[in-house]
Structures are given as C-alpha cells and as structure tokens.
C-alpha cells in the first residue's frame, strides 16, 4: 500500500522559502498526479499545485508567482517550493496523490502532513 | 474558479441517526467531479466519495453520495461514533481545484 510522507523545517523566517519533500513508499511515482495542499490551523484546504510524474505541473493562481512544485523520479520524491512567506502560509502542508480519470484526477492517498510555522 | 457552499455549517447528531450534508457549487461541475472526505483532529483527510457517488476503497455502505450538476449530497444512513468529524466536498473539474469550508457532524 502506497504510502506518502513530508519531511522539512518546522519553522520557516517570513520573506524566506519554504521547502518540502514528499517521499512515496509502497508504490512508484509514475502514471499518477502529485499534489501539495495545505490547511492553516483551525481553517480548510486549500489546494497549491500537482505535479505529473512526466513533468507537467499546474498551480493555484493564487500562489502561482511564489511556488515551484519538482519531483525525481529515481528517488521517488517530489518537492514544494514556495518563495516570500508570511505568517499567513503557516500551515499544515499535505502531500496527496491524484488518481487519474478523464482529464483530471481525484485526492486518493494523503500523507499525515507537516506543520509550517512562519515566524522570526 | 468554482466556489464551493456547504451547509449546515454544524450538524448536530446522535449516534445513529441519519445525516445529510449539502454541497452547492457556484457553476455546473461537469462529469460530476467531485468528491468527499472526511477529516478527524489531528489526521489527514481520507477519501469517501468520488465521481459525486462511487464509494472509495473501504468506505462503508452507510456512506453515500449523490447529486449532479450544481447540488450534491452526501449521506450518512447511521451514524456510528467514529462518524462524527469534519466533512469537506472539492471539486475537480475545474483547475484550480476547490474545496468547500466543511461541514462539523458533532455529537448531540
């Protein structure tokens, strides 16, 4: 069973870059979508990007200008980088796996997530 | 982008009662892309529903989700004490992908 999880700083300093990794175990990276969602504490999800294991990405335009979403393959590992924080990207960061139907895909396996603080 | 209602913000239910959970959507989500999870403190969301109404790996039969269009449901035939948590309806039809403000199912 394929299973999902991030790895980062806990803290990161405001205008600095958040960097997360997610590692996928039980299963390869290929034929999915990978995506990165967040949910700051005590509020929803919020979806930031996907990454295609042939390299095609899309992101939110809200957070389009600030994030780059990677993956390598070899190491079955894809990563999230987001530019110019503030303390309103604190938040818990999920990696979660699309499932692809028809021209799009659903939600199907989550990691646990990992709590982001931005502060100094 | 499309916007994603859910009402009633709190539902509040004792254990097996039946609940039902409105998502209405700001346009049309074609091919009826949108799925349910349920998230409990502390976890991760899991999947319940996807394609508006086809059960997710494990989930069981008391679950059920319905609706096309701009208005789907999901449904709860008897709720069991490990039901009662946060649900949220996303959408996948449309990038970016969007997803309601979630609904409470606390106990009564």
């Known amino acids: 069973q394929v299973q999902l999880q991030e790895s980062g700083p806990g803290l990161v300093k405001p205008s600095e870059t958040l960097s997360l990794t997610c590692t996928v175990s039980?299963?390869?990276?290929?034929?999915?979508?990978w995506s990165w969602i967040r949910q700051p504490p005590g509020k929803g999800l919020e979806w930031i990007g996907y990454?295609?294991?042939?390299?095609?990405?899309d992101y939110n335009p809200s957070l389009k200008s600030r994030v780059t979403i990677s993956v390598d393959t070899s190491k079955n590992q894809f990563s999230l980088k987001m530019s110019s924080v503030t303390t309103a990207d604190t938040a818990v960061y999920y990696c979660?796996?699309?499932?692809?139907?028809?021209?799009?895909?659903?939600?199907?396996?989550w990691g646990q997530g990992t709590l982001v603080t931005v502060s100094s | 982008e499309i916007v994603l209602t859910q009402s009633p913000g709190t539902l509040s239910l004792s254990p097996g009662e039946r609940a039902t959970l409105s998502c209405r959507a700001s346009q049309s989500i074609s091919s009826s892309y949108l799925a349910w999870y349920q998230q409990k403190p502390g976890q991760a969301p899991r999947l319940l529903i996807y394609?508006?109404?086809s059960r997710a790996t494990g989930i069981p039969d008391r679950f059920s989700g319905s609706g096309s269009g701009t208005d789907f449901t999901l449904t709860i035939s008897r709720l069991e004490p490990e039901d009662f948590a946060v649900y949220y309806c996303q959408q996948y039809a449309n990038s970016p992908w969007t997803f309601g403000q979630g609904t409470k199912v606390e106990i009564k």
């Open positions: 039980g299963g390869s990276i290929s034929t999915y979508y």
């Open positions: 394609g508006a109404s």
């Open positions: 990454i295609h294991y042939s390299g095609s990405t």
């Open positions: 979660v796996r699309g499932q692809p139907v028809t021209r799009s895909y659903y939600f199907d396996c």
